[in-house]
């Protein structure tokens, strides 16, 4: 009775009598119980969407229809012809109450009447809400966000005129909190104990969110809407200030704008300075594939676009070195995407891979002749852990003598396919097949090991795809194994944006000596940030640029190093005896020994045959030209006063 009164008491105070409010249409769950009643509101008018290809139709919102704040005072008017219905409008509406795809709203529209005027001042909203359900009391009200916000999400942009809106970049809750260890600096990579704050984040980033959508019904707005002057509109540009109502649809809530939308769009970025005067890049290509409609490029033209736009990448960052994944596992697709490279940069460059079983793609080397050459055979790991080669290759860097092992790393993708068992996902948000990432890690530093040892050269440089977050078991082994984490720490780590969150699947790894050399790292923002919508398909024409923006789904990596900080190596380990005293001088291949009644000097091989002798002259000391016997792993006797004495060192 009480309540009966009160509506009353409320119709009288608006003038109106035998209608029902807005709120009284909405109350207080998901879905309005009066759905499917025939009834006559009033409202005043916030927002109109007319003409096709739009939501087609007007929102209006009594501010003063009850104080109950779970009820929202907004509500949708569809109706099409929107003729002579102007914002600060009140107006009176009959029709009947629907619930559309979860909206309520007001259709079949029998009467429209003008009864006045008044004004709307913006419920004024702040992210997170308290809870996820708190939107539905918002229903059709005109919403103010005061603060600012970031765009995270721009996949839909081109195609529905969407932006996915929150206070900051939302980051993969595990690239921050590991599931194991609390504080995240821990290195275990097993356990669950902490996956209640991962599960924490995920809920929290879900409270922080709000799609921002143009109003309309058609896809793809020519133009897009709020393009910049560059023909993007990048994930960290902000609003801030954004007035809208607040619709849903497509089981999601969205603010349709109210007047212009204060957008500060974020500038692409030059590729970043790391310093050194050797660069190091890695990139994944994103299935470049020279067989078309398999897993990349589906015609020539697209196959010629994207061709152009990595050329466009990898020419402006002019490393001296590139890891590449992701490229078909055949001789052609590097040959050609090589070929095209070398005709951009005067042919400076040359290809190390290997014709080795395995998945769909394969890892290669490009390398600057002039810069770098490659010292050591070619190492690869491919047991029946792995998808595909994992390859490392010694280089020596031309202008200093000094060495370093490259290693390039793709390990199993985060896709459930197959998945079974401890690959399956277990709810830690690491994904599916986390437990085979994490055999690979394993596998590759022991393998990682004897490469070191059999080379002799100490400072290594890991990088590649890990597909793998910061935090998640597969890094934190890498870093239990005794590897330094070059990314750690730099500013926007990001390589890989998906669902709305970014992280870092894209890292980069030193030995310990290694990491002495090396002068910056840094990722350069061209993919992960950029619509999808201006990559090379055929279907996207439209926004399509030669440049080297959206060339892939990964952004690169960039590792600087400073070749004289580089360790010597480990060429010079005597296991002689104290009669004879051995030196070995890397830069130049001179070997010397010298000792009292100094004899024979002889080398041999890592299998044992000899390579040469030679016989001291009396004086008690021998030189000879390392280099000219052989490159490699060598080893030594030498009889001093009828005593032999043996050692070994490492010639390049």
């Not at 890049?281 to 470049?288: Q, T």
């Not at 959206?550 to 952004?555: I, T, V």
Request: glycine share 10%; proline share 5%; with cysteine.
């Amino acid at each position: 009775m009480q309540k009966a009164v009160a509506a009353v008491l409320l119709m009288l105070a608006h003038g109106v009598q035998g209608q029902t409010p807005i709120c009284t249409i909405q109350g207080t769950g998901t879905s309005s119980p009066l759905e499917g009643q025939l009834i006559t509101t009033t409202g005043i008018v916030t927002a109109i969407f007319s003409g096709s290809g739009t939501v087609q139709g007007f929102f209006i919102e009594d501010p003063a229809c009850d104080s109950n704040p779970a009820s929202s005072n907004g509500l949708f008017v569809y109706n099409p012809n929107t003729a002579g219905i102007n914002l600060g409008q009140r107006v009176s509406v009959s029709g009947t109450v629907t619930e559309f795809q979860g909206l309520t709203e007001i259709s079949q529209v029998s009467n429209i009447s003008i009864i006045g005027s008044g004004t709307v001042s913006p419920t004024d909203i702040n992210l997170p809400m308290a809870a996820i359900t708190d939107w539905e009391r918002h229903e059709g009200m005109l919403l103010r966000f005061q603060q600012e916000l970031v765009v995270i999400g721009n996949d839909t942009w081109a195609q529905y005129g969407e932006l996915v809106l929150a206070p900051s970049r939302m980051t993969a809750p595990t690239d921050y909190a590991d599931p194991n260890d609390n504080p995240a600096s821990g290195t275990s990579s097993t356990g669950s104990s902490n996956v209640g704050a991962i599960d924490a984040l995920i809920e929290l980033q879900a409270r922080s969110t709000i799609l921002l959508d143009d109003g309309r019904t058609s896809t793809y707005p020519s133009p897009p809407p709020m393009i910049g002057a560059q023909g993007t509109l990048r994930c960290g540009s902000s609003v801030t200030g954004l007035t809208g109502v607040l619709h849903y649809a497509f089981d999601e809530y969205r603010v349709h704008p109210v007047g212009v939308i204060p957008l500060q769009h974020a500038v692409r970025p030059s590729a970043p300075i790391v310093g050194g005067d050797i660069l190091i890049a890695s990139y994944n290509v994103k299935n470049y594939f020279t067989s078309l409609g398999s897993n990349g490029a589906s015609t020539a033209n697209e196959l010629q676009r994207q061709r152009t736009k990595l050329v466009a990448a990898l020419q402006a960052i002019a490393a001296d070195a590139y890891v590449l994944c992701e490229l078909q596992n055949n001789d052609a697709a590097s040959d050609d995407l090589l070929t095209a490279f070398n005709s951009a940069m005067g042919g400076d460059y040359s290809l190390i891979d290997q014709d080795e079983p395995g998945a769909f793609t394969r890892t290669v080397f490009f390398h600057k002749n002039s810069t770098l050459t490659p010292i050591t055979q070619l190492f690869s790991l491919n047991t029946s852990t792995f998808e595909r080669a994992h390859l490392t290759q010694g280089f020596v860097a031309n202008a200093s003598g000094k060495r370093f092992l490259l290693s390039g790393v793709h390990l199993r993708s985060k896709l459930c396919d197959n998945a079974s068992g401890s690959n399956l996902d277990q709810g830690d948000g690491q994904g599916c097949y986390n437990a085979r990432r994490r055999s690979q890690v394993g596998e590759l530093l022991s393998h990682w090991d004897g490469v070191r040892a059999s080379t002799w050269v100490p400072g290594q440089l890991v990088v590649g795809d890990f597909n793998s977050y910061d935090q998640e078991d597969p890094i934190d082994r890498l870093r239990s194994g005794g590897l330094i984490d070059l990314i750690a720490g730099i500013p926007q780590p990001y390589s890989f944006g998906y669902a709305n969150r970014f992280g870092s699947l894209d890292h980069a790894f030193a030995t310990a000596s290694m990491a002495d050399a090396i002068t910056g790292a840094a990722v350069w923002h061209i993919n992960s940030d950029e619509p999808p919508n201006l990559d090379y398909r055929d279907s996207n024409t439209a926004f399509y640029q030669a440049n080297a923006f959206r060339s892939s789904d990964h952004d690169p990596l960039l590792i600087g190093i400073d070749a004289q900080l580089l360790p010597v190596g480990l060429e010079e380990i005597p296991r002689a005896a104290a009669a004879v005293r051995f030196r070995f001088d890397p830069m130049s291949g001179w070997a010397e020994w010298e000792g009292e009644g100094l004899g024979e000097v002889e080398l041999f091989d890592a299998l044992g045959r000899t390579l040469c002798a030679a016989s001291a002259d009396g004086s008690g000391t021998l030189r000879m030209n390392a280099t000219d016997a052989e490159k490699g792993h060598l080893f030594w006797r030498a009889w001093s006063e009828g005593m032999p004495s043996t050692g070994r060192f490492t010639s390049w």
